[in-house]
């Protein structure tokens, strides 16, 4: 430096604040990873069960000597009814404890103030979740700016928005269970029902949280999206117009992962057997595997479970089937499972706990997907060039498949009509034909081959978008740029 210039202004730092759910940490600390390998500092604020499980992440960081750290905020709070292990969605015990959590969550904002008040000098930025609009508070008063971060689809985004600007969400609460209702300024034609609404929050009792979330998405400085241009620039558009702030398109932030940190990364610090999943897969033809996942949180009822299983075994593919410990905790589920992997043997296995999804859907013997459409499996099996089979549960992946299906054309539909509820719904309708089918048609002959070959196109400019000079890579060096300080 030549004597008398100014020193260079000092890094921005951007604190971040995921809900506790799996599906959101992962961007989210993704970005975080991004932001400080580019030059900035990270800090994801979570709970202290969170920062036990990215221990790995953080480990590798300091490694690296990449200024990324991991706060835990004390949760859930006394009085809230919850055991004290419930510190992420996906130790929500049942459907009776899934508001009191979202209700606890709120409680975050006073030890959320007092960290940010002890932090000097103070951050840059705040980029908090959709679903953890108790930070906007904090912000303001201590004038930080804020951004929010939205996970799924901008598609769904932009649904979202126009729902609420025109009321659908209110006529869609009074309609009959059949009524079919168009969302009003949407770029293409896309319909919703009450069992498929355009809002993240639509379920009973979350009229509050939906209020509280909206208000935080309007009063913040803009948006991050887990999204790139060339996927949904029609929507990122429309979107960046309806919110009247930036839209900042930083995906897909999943891309950010070697194979050595996709395990650690995804916050879970162990996966049993990757070594055994991975040599199964070493063994199969290229493009033979049908991997079959729903997410970090939906859960399945054993006879639901049965009904998938033998869905997979009649289609006569290759499969790897995860299944979550807690479903296949049962001796009947258990067993029921061996049977089949014995009755498939060598075409079929089932995970039981966490698969290493990233390197499974980057191994060259997978060819599809049967996924949930929560967004980051979505964009994950696009960013690598694997087309789905779309069977929705619940919340925006709804909106998701139609973007996957209609849109893009990257997936074939199980059709099942009506949403599997979050946890052990009884009244989940499950068809094993549907699920043979929907495989079949993807990974059969003929009109198949079209939803694989847009998938490896968008594979290629997902690669792009994330590489210098590509569209999400720059849009993160200005994201930085801007919440840097010159030296006042
Ligand atoms: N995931 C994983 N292993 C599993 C199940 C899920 O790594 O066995 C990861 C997956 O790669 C994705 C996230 O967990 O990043 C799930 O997020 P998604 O939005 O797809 O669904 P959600 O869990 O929010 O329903």
């Known amino acids: 430096?030549?004597?008398?210039?100014?020193?260079?202004?000092?890094?921005?730092?951007?604190?971040?604040?995921?809900?506790?759910?799996?599906?959101?940490?992962?961007?989210?600390?993704?970005?975080?990873?991004?932001?400080?390998?580019?030059?900035?500092?990270?800090?994801v604020v979570t709970t202290p069960l969170n920062v036990d499980r990215l221990r790995g992440?953080?480990?590798?960081?300091?490694?690296?000597?990449?200024?990324?750290?991991f706060v835990g905020l004390p949760f859930p709070p006394a009085g809230s009814g919850l055991p004290q292990d419930c510190q992420n969605a996906d130790m929500v015990a049942d459907n009776s404890q899934f508001l009191p959590f979202f209700f606890a969550l709120r409680e975050l904002a006073g030890p959320f103030d007092a960290y940010v008040r002890s932090l000097a000098p103070r951050p840059s930025c705040i980029i908090s979740d959709w679903c953890s609009p108790w930070t906007a508070g904090v912000a303001s008063s201590l004038g930080i700016p804020r951004l929010f971060f939205h996970g799924p689809s901008c598609f769904f985004a932009l649904c979202e928005i126009m729902a609420v600007d025109h009321g659908l969400l209110e006529l869609i609460a009074a309609a009959g269970d059949d009524e079919r209702h168009l969302v009003p300024g949407m770029p293409v034609p896309v319909t919703v029902t009450k069992a498929t609404p355009p809002g993240l929050f639509c379920y009973p009792g979350t009229e509050l949280l939906r209020r509280e979330a909206m208000e935080a998405m309007r009063t913040a400085d803009g948006a991050v999206l887990n999204t790139f241009s060339d996927l949904e620039a029609q929507f990122l558009e429309g979107y960046e117009a309806a919110l009247g702030k930036p839209v900042w398109a930083l995906g897909p932030l999943s891309l950010c992962n070697r194979d050595e940190d996709s395990t650690t990364s995804r916050g879970k610090t162990a996966v049993d057997g990757k070594q055994a999943i991975m040599a199964w897969l070493d063994e199969q033809a290229p493009g033979s595997v049908v991997y079959v996942s729903f997410g970090s949180v939906a859960r399945k009822l054993p006879k639901q479970l049965f009904e998938i299983g033998h869905g997979l075994e009649d289609s006569g593919r290759s499969f790897l089937w995860v299944v979550k410990e807690r479903e296949?905790?049962?001796?009947?589920?258990?067993?029921?499972?061996?049977?089949l992997e014995a009755r498939t043997a060598g075409r079929g296995l089932v995970v039981r706990g966490w698969a290493p999804q990233l390197a499974v859907l980057s191994h060259r013997a997978v060819g599809g997907f049967v996924t949930h459409c929560g967004w980051n499996s979505v964009l994950e099996s696009i960013a690598h060039g694997v087309p789905v089979v779309t069977w929705p549960h619940f919340s925006d992946q709804f909106l998701n498949e139609r973007l996957?299906?209609?849109?893009?054309?990257?997936?074939?539909?199980?059709?099942?009509?009506?949403?599997?509820?979050?946890f052990d719904d009884e009244s989940a309708p499950v068809a094993r034909g549907d699920i043979a089918r929907a495989m079949s048609a993807l990974m059969g002959g003929g009109a198949e081959a079209d939803e694989r070959r847009k998938a490896k196109e968008y594979g290629e400019k997902a690669r792009r978008a994330m590489e210098e000079g590509g569209s999400s890579y720059e849009t993160l060096t200005r994201l930085i740029q801007s919440f840097t300080r010159s030296e006042d």
């Open 1 to 43: 430096m030549a004597a008398g210039s100014p020193p260079p202004p000092p890094p921005p730092h951007f604190v971040l604040v995921p809900l506790v759910a799996q599906g959101h940490i992962i961007p989210l600390v993704d970005l975080a990873r991004l932001l400080a390998a580019r030059g900035a500092r990270a800090t």
């Open 57 to 69: 992440v953080a480990e590798q960081a300091a490694r690296a000597g990449l200024p990324l750290e």
């Open 328 to 339: 296949a905790a049962a001796p009947e589920v258990r067993e029921w499972l061996d049977a």
């Open 404 to 422: 996957v299906v209609d849109v893009l054309g990257v997936g074939v539909p199980v059709g099942v009509a009506s949403p599997v509820m979050i």
